[in-house]
T-cell receptor
Framework: SQTIHQWPATLVQPVGSPLSLECTVE??????LYWYRQAAGRGLQLLFY??????ISSEVPQNLSASRPQDRQFILSSKKLLLSDSGFYLC?????????????FGSGTRLTVV | AQKITQTQPGMFVQEKEAVTLDCTYD???????LFWYKQPSSGEMIFLIY??????QNATEGRYSLNFQKARKSANLVISASQLGDSAMYFC?????????????FGSGTKLNVKP
């Protein structure tokens, strides 16, 4: 069966520090991978998506970057965090084009920048 | 223009009653998918129900049903016999297929509170 792992679950980081959030998918190959951010009480904002190794598309210009070094690994990074980077970060994947299964989400990372 | 619109930021419903959460969408594609997700306070996103654009029957999953009105471009979620555990944020989403990529659009969500 397919599973998605996202860590850490909670993170408190000072302004100006680096960030690395990792997401891995098991039990499938060549998934579409996504990073979303959710501000408190708000909807989901798509940050990055990837259709393959090394292929990253950015939806919103910002302080963050993403990488896909392996087929089932998706990493969200920042060199210097801003207060506005605080939020709930969700990784997700989909399998087939047009699949009725939709997204499978990771459990999320709650990031607080202080 | 917004791809997905949820006009109810918050709603209350009495336990055991039915509730409808509204969702309208905007697309020029013929083939698309509509989804509803539940997000409890823990933050996890839970898939509830799916409706394909070519499906003629409204989707149902247990106490959840999707009232799909294609001409009106609406995909309302109906929860029957509300339970206290249904209190959560609910997101409507639409999937379009763009080249080799599933692209999803989410609404801003509706916070449902079930009263005992």
């Amino acid at each position: 069966s397919q599973t998605i792992h996202q860590w850490p679950a909670t993170l408190v980081q000072p302004v100006g520090s680096p960030l690395s959030l990792e997401c891995t998918v098991e039990g499938t190959s060549n998934p579409n991978l996504y990073w979303y951010r959710q501000a408190a009480g708000r909807g989901l904002q798509l940050l990055f998506y990837s259709v393959g190794i090394g292929q990253i598309s950015s939806e919103v210009p910002q302080n963050l970057s993403a990488s896909r070094p392996q087929d089932r690994q998706f990493i969200l990074s920042s060199k210097k965090l801003l207060l506005s980077d605080s939020g709930f970060y969700l990784c997700a994947w989909t399998r087939l084009l047009g699949s009725s299964l939709g997204y499978t989400f990771g459990s999320g990372t709650r990031l607080t920048v202080v | 223009a917004q791809k997905i619109t949820q006009t109810q930021p918050g709603m209350f419903v009495q336990e055991k009653e039915a509730v409808t959460l509204d969702c309208t969408y905007d697309t020029s594609d013929q083939s698309y998918g509509l989804f509803w997700y539940k997000q409890p306070s823990s933050g996890e996103m839970i898939f509830l129900i799916y409706q394909g654009s070519y499906d003629e029957q409204n989707a149902t999953e247990g106490r959840y049903s999707l009232n799909f009105q294609k001409a009106r471009k609406s995909a309302n979620l109906v929860i029957s016999a509300s339970q206290l555990g249904d209190s959560a944020m609910y997101f409507c989403a639409m999937r379009e297929v763009s080249y080799n990529f599933n692209k999803f659009y989410f609404g801003s969500g509706t916070k449902l509170n079930v009263k005992p």
